[in-house]
């Protein structure tokens, strides 16, 4: 759980990102105190808040190459807004959830539909080739960023989806988990910019070889 101290600074950045559609804070609050219970969920483990300041902190460091890094932080925020293991649409509700509350509080329809049209993509159902608008690769490589993450920190990602899929029986959820590994690793990059493919790419590959490897032996 996010301690008072650790959410702060996510609420003041989040009046901020409003405060550019001339949202005021009064407005603003509510929005982000359903957010921050969505993603408190108790039966969230990885699509956390802390999958959340991770993302952050990555495309902070990519939006040098976007006019528009408001929208990537609105697609951020609402990229798991609705989060259900069990589900096949969770992109695609979390895209309604993102017209619901910020059209009322005055976010240009826009902006709303380009955020809409972000959170879908992050279903990762897209072809391997590259994206064809940067805001779309910068939210694509954050969301993707945990697999080129140190070991630890990996390990304990799988651990944590693992936990959200605890209702699947050990068979079922290692064959799935293994396809989710092996479409990734087929692509011909991980990563899209160059900088995360740099830093990332081989540590992502061998973090999920690492992965298939212990579903293996998990299977004998």
């Known amino acids: 759980m996010f ?22 804070p009064a407005d603003a609050y509510p929005v982000f105190d359903l957010l921050v219970a969505a993603y408190s969920a108790p039966d969230r483990f990885y699509h956390t808040l802390e999958h959340l300041g ?53 976010v240009p329809r826009s902006e709303i539909d380009r955020v809409g049209q972000l959170v879908k993509a992050t279903a990762h159902l897209a072809d391997a080739r590259p994206p064809g608008e940067r805001e779309l690769a910068i939210l694509l490589d954050a969301d993707l960023a945990i697999l080129g993450a140190a070991e630890d920190r990996y390990r304990r ?38 900088l995360m493919y740099q830093e990332g790419e081989e540590r992502a590959r061998a973090n999920m070889h690492a992965e298939l490897q212990e579903l293996s032996r998990q299977g004998n």
């Open 3 to 24: 301690s008072p101290e650790r959410l702060e600074p996510m609420q003041q950045s989040w009046v901020r990102l409003l405060e550019r559609y001339k949202v005021a």
């Open 54 to 106: 991770e993302m952050f902190r990555v495309a902070a460091r990519l939006t040098t190459i976007t006019d528009d890094p408001s929208v990537v932080q609105l697609a951020i925020w609402f990229h798991d807004a609705v989060y259900d293991a069990r589900a096949k649409d969770n992109e695609i509700r979390s895209a309604e959830l993102a017209t619901t509350l910020l059209g009322p509080i005055g």
């Open 157 to 194: 990602y799988a651990a944590d989806i693992r936990k959200e899929y605890s209702w699947v029986p050990d068979d079922e959820y290692k064959l799935g988990r293994s396809r989710v590994l092996e479409h990734l690793l087929a692509r011909p990059r991980i990563y899209w910019y160059e």
